[in-house]
Nanobody
Framework: QVQLVESGGGLVQSGGSLRLSCAAS????????MGWFRQAPGKEREFVAA????????FYGDSVKGRFTISRDNAENTVYLQMNSLKPEDTAVYYC???????????????????WGQGTLVTVSS
């Protein structure tokens, strides 16, 4: 079992940066692949980024590639999402998600993730 709590959201101007954190509790964090998703108002939830257990594999959605960076610190049970060059279209609730194990196939599919945080709101003003 993994419990996830996101933080770091807020209001930022276009072109600015934010770093989201996802604190995990539970003994399986260090053996769980992790991901970030987001959901904008009136839209479906969208894959943002995923990371393998040891951080050696990272994957990104096309809309954030080159601007966002996912990382993890297994000693701190935390996953991060560094967001640079933010755009108004990045405005959304951002969710942290955990897989049951190290497998990272179909990482874009939210159904592959078993545990979810409550989300943190990111608002980018133009």
């Amino acid at each position: 079992q993994v419990q996830l709590v996101e933080s770091g959201g807020g209001l930022v101007q276009s072109g600015g940066s934010l770093r989201l954190s996802c604190a995990a509790s539970g003994r399986t964090f260090s053996s769980s692949a992790m991901g970030w998703f987001r959901q904008a108002p009136g839209k479906e939830r969208e894959f943002v980024a995923a990371i393998s257990v040891y951080g050696t594999g990272t994957f990104y959605g096309d809309s954030v590639k080159g601007r966002f960076t996912i990382s993890r610190d297994n000693a701190e049970n935390t996953v991060y999402l560094q967001m640079n060059s933010l755009k108004p279209e990045d405005t959304a609730v951002y969710y942290c998600a955990a897989r049951r194990d190290y497998v990272l196939t179909n990482y874009r599919n939210e159904d592959q993730y078993s545990y979810w945080g409550q989300g943190t709101l990111v608002t980018v003003s133009s």
